[in-house]
């Protein structure tokens, strides 16, 4: 078995490209420079947060999660649920 390191991280705009190449994966339909734009709409909220899966370095998987506030709970994340297709 191979000692290869999983992990979870918030990434930025400095991941731009590899989002970029990951969506369009899942989103083949759509144009990569809509999908540069709605990126670029999404990373300027102040709640919105990126996630990426890394195996060792590489970046292999990304989701989405804004923050929010309810009465019923208070302060939470809610993950995107329509990046997996």
Do not use: P
């Not at 490209?17 to 300027?44: A, D, G, T």
Request: with cysteine.
């Amino acid at each position: 078995m191979d000692n290869q390191l999983i992990a979870l991280k918030i990434i930025g705009i400095e991941f731009e490209n590899q989002i970029i190449k990951l969506s369009k994966q899942l989103n083949y339909k759509i144009e990569e420079k809509v999908l540069i734009r709605r990126f670029h709409q999404m990373i300027e909220m102040e709640n919105y947060h990126c996630f990426g899966l890394f195996e060792d370095s590489k970046l292999i998987g990304i989701s989405n999660g804004w923050t929010s506030n309810r009465f019923y709970c208070g302060k939470q994340l809610e993950i995107d649920n329509n990046g997996y297709r």
